[in-house]
């Protein structure tokens, strides 16, 4: 029901164009992005189901359409926790307690 609200609200879900993977350094963490205009979207997904992994994704953030010192805004979907996240960012998930990020993000110091 989440997925399908989030795709209903947000153009970039709503194609299969404009996908870029973001490099994470460990292999049990996937990051990718969904981009169509303004509309941007991150998914940050754990690859492994029985335990908590931490990773920093290092942002293509030209894909993102920002500079690259650029800090932004990242809403969680899943969780609705609000971060600041820049082009190198630390993550941790638990897949007790959320398999995944699913974030929208808004440019700039709102």
């Known amino acids: 029901t ?8 947000h153009r ?5 164009r404009d996908i870029t993977f973001h490099p994470v ?4 963490v996937i ?8 509309d941007i979207v991150i998914v940050v997904c754990t690859l492994d189901p029985y335990g908590a992994q931490e990773a920093t994704i290092n942002f293509e953030m030209d894909a993102l359409g920002m500079d690259w010192s650029t800090e932004f805004t990242a809403h969680d979907h ?7 996240w820049s082009p190198h960012t630390y993550v941790r998930i638990d897949p007790y ?3 995944a990020h699913i974030v929208s993000i808004r ?3 709102e």
């Open 2 to 9: 989440t997925l399908n609200m989030l795709r209903r609200q």
């Open 12 to 16: 970039a879900l709503q194609t299969l």
């Open 25 to 28: 350094d460990n292999d049990k």
């Open 31 to 38: 990051a990718f992005s969904r981009r169509d205009g303004d």
């Open 78 to 84: 899943i969780s609705d926790s609000t971060w600041r």
């Open 97 to 99: 307690q959320a398999c």
């Open 107 to 109: 440019k700039g110091t």
